[in-house]
């Protein structure tokens, strides 16, 4: 199917099913607010009947085969639509848990978990950061020990989204001693004993993020992703693919911010100075337009998405900023300024925060010295 075949069939789609109460959020967190979980998941199984989710994933595991192209049509229009997708309770399934066990999984595990993630079946939360490993996440002391056919878990894990509604926890635990291939990736079953969950309040007054600890949790063989000492590969492999999903959900909604900042200020009368913000944005969307003609050729993106990421996170904070310091407190609340405000400030820190990826875009791509 041509490109612009497949967008004008979804963007009919998109007219003809989106619900009116998820459709039309002009403020990207609107749509990661709700509350109405089911909801959300209702409107997962139905992107997923539709054709619209798991674009790029195997047919043989429920997905629908197509080209990385398609599925970066598919962020573009539900956003510019202001529907959630790929995002909220089933973002960690499809974000990472999806990639990591499609391209190092075992073929027990593809046939048991990738059709249920795409289904909104199972919530999946990720256990990867610690509260003495975050930006150096190499450093986690949780501790996983071989006991013949299965390990036993010990440890916490913190900033854990949606672990106390989860079914599944993606996991990187150290089997060894050596700080990268020490490392293992297993899947953890959430509903055991020896798992205690704590939600974390936000500044935006929800708990989406936990604390988890682990007291001698069994976990079998069989639920390692890829080979013992493999950790570190698998996690760095889904890092880019999230962090190359989130740039575009990023971009787009600094675009759409920027429009509705704009028009809100006209109605106030308010005169703003957004020339560099608009050039700022121009830029990144030529940048992603060459990594949209990378994916045409074949290519995979690799430590690009890491500039997309940063550059798109920085600017849509930018862009509330500039909402908080020229509205007044009723625009702000009534047109949730202040959702947008608070919670772009951890958008700089998920899928690596801003000051890693500029050591990593220095590293990798400039070839700096560390």
């Not at 999946?124 to 490993?133: K, L, R, V």
Request: glycine letters at 8%; a negative charge.
């Amino acid at each position: 199917m041509a490109e612009e075949e497949f967008r004008k069939n979804l963007q009919e789609w998109i007219r003809n099913n989106a619900p009116s109460s998820l459709a039309g959020k002009r403020i990207l967190f609107d749509t990661v607010e709700l509350d109405n979980y089911e909801e959300l998941m209702t409107w997962q199984r139905k992107l997923y009947e539709a054709g619209y989710l798991g674009i790029t994933w195997p047919k043989e595991y429920g997905g629908q085969g197509l080209d990385p192209i398609y599925e970066t049509i598919a962020y573009e229009e539900f956003i510019r639509a202001g529907l959630p997708y790929g995002r909220a309770l089933g973002s960690i399934g499809l974000a990472v848990v999806g990639p990591a066990i499609l391209y190092h999984g075992s073929e027990e595990q593809k046939r048991k978990y990738i059709s249920r993630i795409l289904r909104a079946e199972d919530i999946w939360c990720q256990g990867f950061s610690e509260p003495s490993a975050g930006s150096d996440l190499a450093s986690i002391k949780t501790r996983a020990e071989e006991k013949g056919e299965y390990y036993v878990i010990n440890g916490e894990k913190i900033w854990s989204s949606y672990a106390h509604l989860a079914n599944y926890m993606i996991l990187l635990a150290r089997t060894g001693e050596d700080k990268y291939r020490g490392l293992t990736m297993f899947i953890v079953d959430m509903k055991q004993e020896g798992i205690k969950v704590f939600p974390i309040q936000q500044i935006t007054g929800k708990s989406e993020f936990n604390s988890v600890y682990l007291q001698n949790v069994i976990v079998p063989k069989s639920n390692i992703i890829g080979n013992i000492g493999d950790g570190w590969k698998v996690a760095m492999s889904v890092l880019n693919h999230e962090r190359f999903a989130v740039g575009i959900s990023l971009l787009f909604s600094a675009k759409i911010s920027l429009e509705y900042l704009k028009e809100r200020a006209k109605i106030k009368g308010i005169s703003l100075n957004t020339e560099e913000l608009e050039d700022k944005i121009e830029g990144l969307y030529s940048f992603y337009e060459r990594l949209l003609n990378k994916l045409r050729k074949g290519d995979v993106i690799e430590s690009e998405s890491a500039i997309l990421k940063l550059v798109a996170s920085e600017l849509l904070q930018s862009i509330y900023e500039l909402a908080i310091l020229n509205f007044d407190l009723n625009e702000i609340m009534n047109e949730k300024w202040y959702i947008g405000m608070l919670s772009s400030r951890g958008r700089t820190i998920a899928a690596g925060t801003s000051e890693i990826l500029r050591n990593l875009i220095g590293e990798r791509i400039l070839k700096l010295p560390k």
